[in-house]
Every structure is written in C-alpha cells, then in structure tokens.
C-alpha cells in the first residue's frame, strides 16, 4: 500500500525549527547578558505556594503533589497545609536573613484564603508569580479557550486584590500549557512566563498577540525531584546548587555575559525542620560569594529585555 502523499507535505518542513515561537540559536552564540550588578550568576528562587483540594481533579492530569489516598486523604491535604502554616515561613525567614529577593508562584486560592500570607510576601519585597487557582487548575489542549482565559484572569484577580499589584510573570501547573497558552498570557498583560525548561537564559516568545518572555525554570535542580523523587538528602540537594554555581560562575568567566541558576523549592518539603538546616547554611554560602546576585524574575527580564 503507497503511502499518502499528503504524508510528505508540511508546510513548516525546513531547516531548524518547524516553529516560528523562536528561533534556534547556540546559548554561546548570542549576545551576552550583564546583570545590573555585574555578577557573573542571577540565583533565582522560585518558591511554590500552592493549596490543594481534597477532591483531587484527573482532567487533563493530577497535579504533582496532589492527593493519592481515598476521600478524605487527611495525610497529604494536611502535609501540604503545613507549607503555608509552618514551612514557608521558615523560608521567609532563611531569605531574610541573606536578605535575598525571591519570586514565590502563588495559586489563586492561597489569596482568597490566606490573605495575610499574601500581604506578608509583598511586605518583605518579594515578587508574587501568578499559579493557576488551585492545584485542580492544570491546562492543557483540549481545555476550551474560554475557559483557561478565565482560569488566568481569576488567578491574577484573585493576587491583585490582596497583593495591590497585577503579576507580570506566570508559571502553570506542572509547566503544562495548551497551544493557546502563551498568547492568552500576553492578552493578559503577562510580561513573562516560566514553563519553557529549553534554555537557561530569558528569551523572547512570539505569539499573535505580541512577544512575550519565556524565563526557563528548570526542573532537576528543584527539591522534589532532587529530595522527594530522587530522595537524596538536603545536604546533596545543597550540594549540587553549588556545583552549579560553580560552573555557571566559571563558563561566564570563560565565555562572557551573565548566567542563571533557577531554583524551584516547596515549602512542604524543605521547610521541614531536618532539612532547614542545610538550606540556610547554602543561603549563607551563596550570599558570601561575590559572584553570585539573588534575583527576582522580574528584575531577570528587564535586565535581560536589551539583549534578547
């Protein structure tokens, strides 16, 4: 049986990408970065705050972290629960003390229930990243237009009315998107987005509606999946951040222009007791350096808005 011509024609077939997102290019090749303060490393801590319903939703997918025992799963609805009461103020403090500027991705419902959460971020001068409404709030094709228009639109409402200022940045559920994401986000009046794990520096998204930024946010040097999916301790989570660092300090002494070290933590699991410790003394060690700047995405994109 022949093979249908229409097989062998696509319109977007051609050399280098079959996209016009971006354009491919070699992160050595491009013009080089210079954050603001002329450190070699931007360390950007994403940290998640999020609350999970106790009747968990499987379309399109369960989210990471959601409940995994029948109704009512007490054990995980309230181990999460301890990230907003117990964990992430623990972290607050850790970043004070190194006085580290953080962006923290925030559900929706984590304003409209625990408002004073909000208030407090906003006090301590972090920046707020818009997360979806809850964590039954995942996106993927096959969710109608309308609706992930309106799930976005609630998510920032729900930030600006407690927090006082819109989001410029966002970052899905589990970094999954629809066709369609990227440009419902720009129509939002989304500066950035977070989901695109292809690179380690900003770079500009094309959408119908205009350019947006993708700020990759990497996936292997979070601790779920360096503690919990892994389940190394915090001690080796703290260690790979420096080795990291190191050679990110040491490719941009030897290529030129600024590097980025994303890293995405949950209250949950490192604000425990037995692994705090580690995570305050790598804040320590981090803040000694002189190479490294602690950066909030936002100040990310506009420094890197010039070059990209």
Request: net charge negative; aromatic share 10%.
């Given at each position: ?276 410790g580690a995570f305050e003394d790598l804040l320590a060690r981090m803040a000694s350096r ?19």
């Amino acid at each position: 049986m022949a093979l249908d011509p229409d097989y062998l024609s696509y319109a977007m077939r051609r050399k280098g990408m079959d996209h016009d997102l971006y354009p491919w290019s070699s992160l050595f090749d491009r013009p080089p970065i210079a954050w603001p303060t002329g450190r070699a490393v931007a360390a950007w801590f994403v940290v998640s705050l999020e609350w999970f319903p106790i009747l968990a939703e499987d379309k399109p997918f369960r989210a990471p972290g959601h409940m995994q025992t029948a109704y009512p799963d007490y054990r995980h609805y309230t181990s999460r629960e301890y990230g907003t009461r117990v964990g992430f103020y623990r972290m607050l403090d850790a970043f004070a003390k190194v006085g580290a500027q953080v962006s923290v991705a925030c559900n929706g419902a984590i304003a409209q229930r625990y408002p004073s959460i909000v208030r407090d971020i906003v006090a301590a001068g972090h920046e707020i990243i818009a997360h979806s409404t809850d964590m039954n709030g995942a996106i993927a094709t096959g969710l109608p237009e309308a609706e992930e228009r309106d799930l976005i639109a609630r998510s920032l409402n729900a930030i600006e009315r407690v927090a006082g200022t819109r989001p410029t940045g966002w970052l899905s559920i589990a970094r999954s998107q629809s066709f369609a994401t990227p440009r419902l986000l720009k129509e939002a009046g989304l500066t950035y987005m977070c989901d695109w794990a292809n690179d380690e520096l900003p770079y500009r998204f094309a959408t119908t509606a205009g350019d947006i930024v993708n700020l990759p946010l990497n996936h292997e040097l979070s601790d779920r999946q360096i503690i919990t999916v892994q389940q190394s301790s915090a001690d080796s989570y703290a260690q790979q951040v420096v080795d990291a660092l190191d050679w990110l300090s040491a490719e941009s002494a030897g290529h030129g222009g600024g590097r980025m070290l994303p890293l995405h933590v949950t209250p949950y699991i490192m604000g425990l007791p037995y692994r705090m410790g580690a995570f305050e003394d790598l804040l320590a060690r981090m803040a000694s350096r002189d190479d490294l700047w602690f950066a909030r995405g936002d100040a990310l994109v506009e420094a890197a808005l010039p070059h990209i």
